[in-house]
């Protein structure tokens, strides 16, 4: 297994992880997941954000080149406030793995890439968001140091 880059261009690879862990955000959280969004959707979507300079998405690729796994994060400058510090952090914002290829250290290695990428800029501060039905995702990003430091509701009317 090795980690890519994967560029905007190539976001078509990235599509059915995508769909797999929005098939289980869209059962889990109907109300607030479409149900089955076409794959050209998702790839338009996925190309159009993956060109935005800030953004980046990494993906293990297996020996044979298929993707087992990837993520998506972006880098954010955070402006001072009077209640905190001003901050430049990456925002974790998807990471998905195959069904077949969880819990054997693919996601481990997806967020450790990150974090390297992180250091060798200077970034300190990593950040994520995890439904709370997601006990993989808060498991993981636990073993990887990343804490619940807020939790956010909604309210849908």
Same mark, same amino acid.
């Given at each position: 297994?090795?980690?890519?880059?994967?560029?905007?261009?190539?976001?078509?690879?990235?599509?059915?992880?995508?769909?797999?862990?929005?098939?289980?955000?869209?059962?889990?959280?109907?109300?607030?997941?479409?149900?089955?969004?076409?794959?050209?959707?998702?790839?338009?979507?996925?190309?159009?954000?993956?060109?935005?300079?800030?953004?980046? $998405?990494?993906?293990?690729?297996?020996?044979?080149?298929?993707?087992?796994?990837? &993520? @998506?994060?972006?880098?954010?400058? %955070? /402006? #001072?406030?009077?209640?905190?510090?001003?901050?430049?952090?990456?925002?974790?914002?998807?990471? $998905?793995?195959?069904?077949?290829?969880?819990?054997?250290?693919?996601?481990?290695? &997806? @967020?450790?890439?990150?974090?390297? %990428? /992180? #250091?060798?800029?200077?970034?300190?501060?990593?950040?994520?968001?995890?439904?709370?039905?997601? $006990?993989?995702?808060?498991?993981?990003?636990?073993?990887?140091?990343?804490?619940?430091?807020?939790?956010?509701?909604?309210? %849908?009317?």
């Amino acid at each position: 297994m090795k980690i890519i880059e994967v560029p905007a261009n190539d976001a078509a690879r990235i599509v059915p992880l995508l769909e797999g862990m929005h098939a289980i955000h869209a059962i889990q959280q109907p109300a607030r997941h479409r149900s089955d969004p076409p794959a050209a959707e998702l790839e338009t979507w996925l190309t159009d954000w993956l060109q935005e300079p800030q953004m980046h $998405a990494l993906a293990a690729e297996s020996p044979t080149g298929a993707l087992l796994g990837y &993520l @998506i994060y972006g880098e954010e400058d %955070r /402006a #001072a406030l009077p209640v905190r510090e001003g901050e430049r952090r990456l925002m974790l914002h998807h990471i $998905a793995v195959q069904e077949a290829w969880q819990r054997m250290g693919v996601g481990k290695a &997806l @967020i450790g890439e990150m974090k390297a %990428r /992180a #250091a060798a800029d200077g970034i300190t501060v990593i950040a994520a968001t995890y439904a709370p039905f997601n $006990a993989a995702s808060a498991a993981l990003m636990g073993s990887q140091g990343l804490e619940p430091v807020l939790v956010m509701a909604e309210w %849908r009317g």
